[in-house]
Nanobody, 123 residues
Framework: AVELVESGGGSVQAGGSLTLQCTTS????????WAWFRQAPGKEREGVAG???????TYAESVKGRFTISKDNAKNTLYLLMNNLKPEDTGMYYC?????????????????WGQGTQVTVYS
């Protein structure tokens, strides 16, 4: 089975930064669309940032200008650089992958998910 493993979460003061990583053993890594989602307690899982096979990116309005998604095909690793973190960014962050879905932040478009990494931002 395909495995995605997130890391890099933690607890940080508001205004701080974190970089999340998502690694996989998929040998066809570069053919997948990728995205980061987050889920706060009691809330729906929401798309945060996505990257297509051509490198184009898309972001939720709430994180534009603060978060940057990128990928390293040689290392089979997806990244999420998060700057100027706010308490409302707190949640479990998941990476997700799928074939032939283009550039999307729709949860229903993704069928491969990691277990998540917790991000807590305190004021």
């Amino acid at each position: 089975a395909v495995e995605l493993v997130e890391s890099g979460g933690g607890s940080v003061q508001a205004g701080g930064s974190l970089t999340l990583q998502c690694t996989t053993s998929m040998y066809t890594y570069e053919y997948y669309s990728w995205a980061w989602f987050r889920q706060a307690p009691g809330k729906e899982r929401e798309g945060v940032a996505g990257i297509g096979t051509d490198g184009r990116t898309t972001y939720a309005e709430s994180v534009k200008g603060r978060f940057t998604i990128s990928k390293d095909n040689a290392k089979n690793t997806l990244y999420l650089l998060m700057n100027n973190l706010k308490p409302e960014d707190t949640g479990m962050y998941y990476c997700a992958a799928e074939l032939n879905v283009g550039l999307t932040l729709s949860r229903d478009d993704f069928g491969i998910w990691g277990q998540g990494t917790q991000v807590t931002v305190y004021s």
